[in-house]
């Protein structure tokens, strides 16, 4: 199975900033063969699509939420997926997760954007 951890979650206060990093691991997975992407949940809401990249890197797709705001890029080289998060609103608020396919997901990183 692949693993994947997040981290860079924390609290920040409206307006800020954070960068989150989805790291992957798994013998024989090749990373560079997939698409990532990065999901979140809010107490009580589904989860939410917030970003996707392709294996290349070459195309990336937002919710229209964190567009404009959100920027996901992916270093193939350190299998690391990241999310760097601009000018953040309290209804960022969320655990943010990675994911592979249908069926690889990490643990989750909280995000919490409060004053």
């Known amino acids: 199975q692949v693993q994947l951890v997040e981290s860079g979650g924390g609290l920040v206060q409206p307006g800020g900033s954070l960068r989150l990093s989805c790291a992957a691991s798994?013998?024989?997975?090749?990373?560079?063969?997939?698409?990532m992407r990065w999901y979140r949940q809010a107490p009580g809401k589904e989860r939410e699509l917030v970003a996707t990249?392709?294996?290349?890197?070459?195309?990336?797709n937002y919710a229209d939420s964190v567009k404009g705001r959100f920027t996901i890029s992916r270093d193939n080289a350190k299998s690391t997926v990241y999310l760097q998060m601009n000018s953040l609103k309290p209804e960022d608020t969320a655990v943010y997760y990675c994911n592979i396919r249908e069926f690889y997901w990490g643990q989750g990183t909280q995000v919490t954007v409060s004053s």
């Open positions: 990249i392709t294996n290349t890197g070459d195309i990336t």
């Open positions: 798994a013998s024989g997975f090749i990373f560079s063969n997939y698409n």
